[in-house]
């Protein structure tokens, strides 16, 4: 899939411009804070659904305009398709082919892969950045799978609000039992699809790491878990995960939280030996972040069948020339957009494009 044309409307510091790409490499280059990473957040924000960036809505409209628009032509399978993204009223709104759709959909028309600095994050800090980097990587070619974690999370929040309820009305405990059950059920499902992904995750990632590094060391991936001591007992995970709970309930009550489930989950990253997080450094956190991300290259594909569109934000400056080299060779028959404030990303063999940026505005 590519995506051949883009219109921007009043999102972000660009008013009205319209965009014509390589199916190739397309090297956006500009100087700081001229509009590069808007246009790659408008790309990931019509095919993810969301703003990479975490933004709301307001801030994704032009300032004191009403409303924003980002309409993608997209050729997928000799197919065109008229892929946007609006506000309306204050939220969000998505028409594939001139009609409302689910956000959820948008990303099998136009599926990106991005990475940008703020990916270092899933090495360097804390068990929620591994955790929402997995949920979004599966939602990303398994839509299922974001409903499952949607589930999870209500059913969590309210089982928490009936532990709470339980300090002050002891009456409540007797349906507790209901809420276990559904927490169990969905728990598992997400625990053993995090766990399948993460056996190719590591083949992947750790097949990529060795290429960025020139196979001095190797990256490897463990699912973490506080049910079971170790993935041999994935069988018997309902057994366990009951009988924690029976075990742990007065202490949830008294935290009026629950302790166990995939939400406490973590994913160690390890480099040879070590832990990356906490011994890594800045080169090997950065190549982990880097295998992790882009594995999802060949993963979307074998999943799904098609090339998913590539955006690397602001790295090409951090890499040396090797592992730039490295990467344009894995992205090969991709189509893709690099941002920088130079070109430096060579070319061979590659259709190309470079697009200067200056103020909200291509030169
Ligand atoms: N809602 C908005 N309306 C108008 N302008 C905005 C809005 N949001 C951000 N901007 C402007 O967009 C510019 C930043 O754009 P962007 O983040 O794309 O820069 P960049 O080219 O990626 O720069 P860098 O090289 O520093 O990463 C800033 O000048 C900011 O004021
Ligand atoms: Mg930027």
Known sequence: MIIKELNLIQYRNYLNENFSFSPGLNVIIGDNAQGKTNLIESIYLVSRGYSHRGSAVSELIHFDKPDFSVKATILKDQVTHLLSARSLNGKKQFLLNGKTT?????????????????????????????????????????????????????????????????????????????????????????????????????????????????GKENLTLYYHNNIIDSLDELDQIKEKFEQKLKNFEDQEIAKGSTIFGPHVDDMLIMIDQNDARRFGSQGQQRSAAIALKLSQIKIVQSQTGSLPVVLLDDIFSELDEKRRNSILQLIKENQSFITGTEDISGSEGMTKKVITIRNGKEL
């Open 102 to 214: 689910d956000r959820e959909k948008t990303n099998s028309v136009l599926t990106t892969i991005l990475f940008e600095p703020g990916d270092l994050k899933i090495v360097k800090e804390g068990p929620d950045k591994r955790r929402r980097f997995l949920n979004e990587e599966i939602s990303g070619f398994n839509p299922q799978y974001h409903y499952l974690i949607k589930n999870y999370e209500k059913v969590l929040m309210q089982r928490n609000q009936l532990l709470k309820n339980i300090q002050f009305n002891k009456s409540l405990l007797s349906t507790l039992s209901i809420w276990n059950e559904q927490l169990i059920d969905l728990g598992i499902k997400i625990i053993r699809q995090r766990v399948a992904y993460l056996h190719r995750l590591n083949r992947e990632a750790g097949s990529l790491y060795q290429i960025l590094c020139q």
